[in-house]
């Protein structure tokens, strides 16, 4: 999930933050190590999760993407 300036809020996201990804963003997430964050939502993009992972504490969405 680096670099922080990949993050409209210039921080690498947390496990009280809400995470919207969607089919236009320039970049799509890659762990660098297991993360948490309160929510979750996956509007068409791609998430590579490599050998890590990515704990919702809240509720996930998959609005068509993987």
Do not use: K
């Not at 799509?28 to 590579?48: C, E, K």
Request: aromatic fraction near 10%.
């Amino acid at each position: 999930m680096n670099p922080a300036g990949n993050w409209s809020s210039r921080i690498i996201p947390g496990v009280a933050d809400f995470i919207t990804l969607n089919s236009n963003t320039p970049n799509n997430l890659v762990l660098d190590q297991n993360r948490t964050v309160a929510n979750f939502t996956i509007n068409g993009d791609t998430v590579d999760l490599g050998t890590y992972t990515l704990t919702t504490a809240g509720v996930t969405y998959f609005n068509g993407g993987w």
